[in-house]
């Protein structure tokens, strides 16, 4: 059983549109992290969230963890072919020294 | 140096070889983690090291998988008698730990993998 689930796994939008992708799990976390990974390359930090019911925004993207603390979701506004990648979220389902663990990810793809 | 180093960059090898990859985290960042990514796949878990010390080995695929890790600092991943199926992207990654907040992962760009 994937202790982290992300939906969809893929998605193909035209720029300018919006989206959000999920991230879900029957586990309560800590914390979460989102991650976006470019080809060739490894995954790069976006954000970690912390408080129940938190939302971040980063310029476009939205995050928002849950309040029960058991998934998030990322909403991009406006979308840009420089968003297109691989998101993934990541946890770790215990506070302190456990391994960071990872859900599938969503391929995104914007086009132009 | 700045980032976590990964070599090689690329490997190509016989089925039946062994192969070693090596990850070198960033100074200072105590846990260590190892990843597989398959082609468009997720990352899958493989071992954790806190220190020297891997408190959790239970994403290794099997026991031709073994890794190492000396001095706090540079980690060996280890594949026996490797066959088709270990093909992938072998990802490194290295934080720093902390009582509660899940402190950022930095990855490296990883080792491609191919058995032929």
């Known amino acids: 059983t994937q202790l982290l689930e992300q939906s969809p796994q893929f998605l193909s939008i035209q720029e300018g549109e919006n989206l959000t992708v999920y991230c879900n799990s029957s586990?309560?976390?800590?914390?979460l992290q989102w991650y976006r990974q470019e080809p060739g390359e490894g995954p790069v930090l976006l954000v970690t969230?912390?408080?129940?019911?938190e939302v971040k925004k980063l310029k476009r993207l939205t995050f928002q963890f849950g309040d029960a603390r058991k998934d998030s979701s990322l909403h991009i506004t406006a979308a840009q072919p420089g968003d297109t990648g691989l998101y993934l979220c990541?946890?770790?389902?215990?506070?302190?020294?456990?391994?960071?663990?990872f859900g599938k990810g969503t391929r995104l793809s914007v086009i132009a | 140096g700045a980032g976590v180093s990964q070599s090689p960059s690329n490997k190509v090898t016989e089925k039946g070889k062994d192969v070693e990859l090596r990850c070198d985290p960033i100074?200072?960042?105590?846990?260590l983690y190892w990843y597989r990514q398959s082609l468009g796949q997720g990352l899958e878990f493989l071992i954790y090291?806190?220190?020297?010390?891997?408190?959790?080995k239970s994403g290794l695929p099997s026991d031709r998988f073994s890794a190492e890790r000396t001095g706090g600092s540079v980690s060996t991943l280890t594949i026996q008698r490797t066959q088709q199926e270990d093909s992938a992207v072998y990802l490194c990654?290295?934080?720093?730990?902390?009582?509660?907040?899940?402190?950022?992962?930095?990855f490296g760009q990883g080792t491609r993998l191919t058995v032929v």
């Open positions: 990654a290295s934080s720093l730990e902390t009582a509660y907040l899940l402190p950022p992962a930095f």
């Open positions: 586990s309560v976390f800590s914390s």
């Open positions: 969230v912390v408080t129940g019911g």
């Open positions: 990541a946890g770790a389902p215990n506070s302190g020294n456990t391994p960071l663990v």
């Open positions: 100074s200072g960042h105590t846990a």
């Open positions: 090291f806190q220190g020297n010390s891997a408190p959790d």
